[in-house]
């Protein structure tokens, strides 16, 4: 079984019905929206810092998705007029966008997903990996963050004490970062399996 990051606070707050739109795949389908196309064009910009180009894509892509509101598409060219006016004054150095984790959480579930960004870091923290477009203000007490923190450690091969994780805005105000103690990280990846393996129960259930 594979569950992904963002599908852990499903699990904490409506296992069964997690477990019920499993069976019924079909009832999952979330069309994309504005924010995710103004998040494609973000990683479009990381590919060469080229902010025209970048305006082009998310322009492509919401005519693409029949996104056709006015003021939506505009209040999407400024969301992403702010994030890489923040970024061209900002000097992060990032290191790769879309990482795919893959975690074995045991022997017939893994934890899969996608982190935003990966940043270098600062301090003693070699690398911080953002989720982008997080409004969330509870966030870091999120059961996901602190194996989070493991997943992206265990993809890039480094200690999780050598990874931090943080969200952002789309519009690339509101970075915050935190990193989580080998004990948090442990306590959550115990509970994050102890719900796994009651979603995989019932879901073998007849």
């Given at each position: 079984?594979?569950?992904?990051?963002?599908?852990?606070?499903?699990?904490?707050?409506?296992?069964?019905?997690?477990?019920?739109?499993?069976?019924?795949?079909?009832?999952?389908?979330?069309?994309?929206?504005?924010?995710?196309?103004?998040?494609?064009?973000?990683?479009?910009?990381?590919?060469?810092?080229?902010?025209?180009?970048?305006?082009?894509?998310l322009?492509?892509?919401?005519?693409?998705?029949?996104?056709?509101?006015?003021?939506?598409?505009?209040?999407?060219?400024?969301?992403?007029?702010?994030?890489?006016?923040?970024?061209?004054?900002?000097?992060?150095?990032t290191?790769?966008t879309?990482l795919?984790?893959?975690?074995?959480?045991?022997?017939?579930?893994?934890l899969g997903?996608?982190?935003?960004?990966?940043?270098?870091?600062v301090?003693?923290?070699?690398?911080?990996?953002?989720?982008?477009?997080?409004?969330?203000?509870?966030?870091?007490?999120?059961?996901?963050?602190?194996?989070?923190?493991?997943?992206?450690?265990?993809?890039?091969?480094?200690d999780?004490?050598?990874?931090?994780?943080?969200?952002?805005?789309?519009?690339?105000?509101?970075?915050?970062?935190?990193?989580?103690?080998?004990?948090?990280?442990?306590?959550?990846?115990?509970?994050?399996?102890?719900l796994?393996?009651?979603?995989?129960?019932?879901?073998?259930?007849?």
């Amino acid at each position: 079984m594979r569950i992904t990051h963002g599908d852990i606070e499903e699990l904490v707050t409506d296992l069964r019905g997690w477990v019920e739109r499993k069976r019924n795949p079909e009832s999952q389908f979330i069309r994309t929206g504005y924010r995710g196309a103004i998040k494609l064009a973000i990683y479009n910009y990381h590919k060469d810092e080229n902010l025209e180009r970048s305006q082009q894509y998310l322009d492509e892509v919401m005519n693409r998705l029949n996104l056709k509101n006015g003021q939506r598409r505009a209040d999407a060219e400024q969301t992403l007029s702010g994030y890489t006016d923040w970024w061209g004054g900002s000097r992060v150095v990032t290191v790769q966008t879309r990482l795919r984790i893959s975690l074995e959480l045991d022997d017939e579930v893994t934890l899969g997903g996608e982190v935003s960004r990966i940043d270098l870091g600062v301090d003693t923290v070699e690398y911080r990996g953002i989720l982008l477009g997080i409004q969330d203000s509870t966030w870091a007490r999120q059961l996901r963050m602190p194996v989070l923190q493991l997943a992206i450690a265990s993809r890039l091969e480094r200690d999780p004490t050598q990874v931090a994780v943080g969200v952002q805005e789309l519009d690339g105000t509101g970075l915050q970062v935190t990193q989580y103690s080998p004990k948090a990280v442990q306590e959550a990846l115990e509970e994050v399996r102890s719900l796994a393996r009651q979603a995989r129960r019932l879901l073998e259930k007849p």
